[in-house]
């Protein structure tokens, strides 16, 4: 199998822990010869868009359309404002190519310490809604800079969005061992949307009664996370609730440097993308020492989705081989630089 992946490294360590991705990934493939990764870079980032005006060059959403997957790395400048660098780059994708579903899976490797104690129960995937909610650009401001200026932010939630969201994260719960979905919404205080989102969970649920049900409100789930982990599995939430607790979650398991995701379309119609969930951090870009396991997971997840098995599995165990091994970013305590954690990766790869 040939797989033709569109590498976005985009700014910042984006670029550091995407080349050392690639370079894992390519690991994988050398001897194998029914695999081989056709990767195209695109140079789609903020330096970019300072020199043109633009991230994403014209007719770039097409070009992107023909390739079966996106490996993504981070965008944001200190240059530009961020919701400009958001919105031009990785939403224009997310939603050009109705990457509705974001999964975003937590766990505790071993020989990870996190700050909580009963770290080892947290084996959680977040379903994030994607495609609309409070992120879907909605709102306006009038009489700018005036005493009286108002800004609305108005979230939109479809019935459509909301049904195709539930059944994504109930196939998700029926296909783990604990089969357990917690919706998390808002519908004390917000009274439209998120009652919309309970009710259609509701129904969705008479579809799956293997699956067994809680719901919390989007500020108790915060407090289960920390002191009750071992309560939650699957976790289903709207654009804007599930973008704050995935980053929780990520920092409960050791460090926002590890997490991966993955945006996507999940009938197949368009190419899915798959990004760490850190930025690009200014504070450690070009220090050679960003932790690039959350890139090297989200390779895995890539790897999942084009139906190479076998391969995620084996780039799995040799990143938890490496984790377990000691071999710590700073960010998890240790001193190992970027290429050091890589080259041992690699290492492991090559001989499991
Ligand atoms: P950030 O994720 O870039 O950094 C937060 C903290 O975590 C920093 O102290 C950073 O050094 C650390 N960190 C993140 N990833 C790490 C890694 N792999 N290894 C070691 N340490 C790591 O978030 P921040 O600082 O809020 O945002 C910086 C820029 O990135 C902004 O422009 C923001 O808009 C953008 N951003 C982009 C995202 C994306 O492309 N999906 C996601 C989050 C932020
Ligand atoms: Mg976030």
């Not at 990764?37 to 070009?63: A, C, H, M, N």
């Not at 944001?76 to 961020?82: A, F, L, W």
């Not at 995935?246 to 190419?271: C, K, Q, R, W």
Request: glycine content about 8%.
């Amino acid at each position: 199998n040939s797989h033709r992946i569109a590498v976005i490294p985009g700014d910042g360590i984006g670029l550091e822990v995407i080349e050392a991705g690639k370079r894992v990934l390519e690991v994988l493939a050398e001897d194998n010869t029914d695999v081989t990764f056709d990767f195209v870079d695109f140079d789609w980032s903020s330096e970019r868009y300072l020199k043109t005006g633009q991230y994403i060059p014209d007719g770039g959403i097409e070009e992107l359309k023909t390739f079966d997957a996106i490996y993504f790395g981070a965008v944001g400048s200190e240059k530009v404002p961020d919701h400009i660098s958001l919105w031009d780059l990785r939403l224009k994708i997310c939603q050009g190519f109705d990457q509705y579903a974001n999964v975003r899976p937590a766990r505790v490797f071993p020989g990870i310490t996190s700050r909580l104690q009963q770290a080892e129960d947290i084996d959680w995937v977040i379903i994030r809604e994607n495609s609309e909610g409070e992120y879907s650009g909605n709102g306006g401001r009038v009489h700018q800079g005036l005493p009286e200026e108002v800004g609305t932010e108005v979230s939109i939630f479809t019935r459509k969005g909301i049904e195709r969201i539930h059944r994504f994260a109930f196939e998700m719960a029926q296909s783990r061992p604990r089969k357990h979905l917690t919706l998390v919404t808002k519908s004390n205080a917000q009274r439209h949307g998120m009652v919309l989102w309970d009710e259609i969970f509701f129904e969705v649920a008479k579809d799956y009664p293997d699956v067994t049900i809680t719901r919390e409100l989007v500020d108790a789930i915060t407090t289960r996370m920390v002191l009750k982990p071992h309560m939650l599995d699957v976790i289903v939430a709207t654009n804007l609730h599930a973008d704050i607790i995935s980053d929780l979650a990520a920092a409960l398991s050791g460090s926002l440097g590890i997490a991966p995701t993955a945006n996507l379309n999940p009938e197949g119609t368009f190419p899915s993308m798959f990004e760490p969930i850190h930025g690009s951090a200014f504070d450690i870009t070009g220090k050679g020492i960003a932790n690039p396991v959350g890139a090297f997971w989200t390779a895995v997840m890539m790897l999942e989705h084009l139906g190479e098995t076998a391969l995620a599995k084996r780039l799995m165990t040799a990143i938890e081989e490496v984790v377990a091994s000691g071999l710590h970013a700073p960010d998890l305590g240790g001193s190992a630089t970027t290429r050091e954690i890589t080259d041992a990766v690699c290492e492991r790869v090559r001989a499991i």
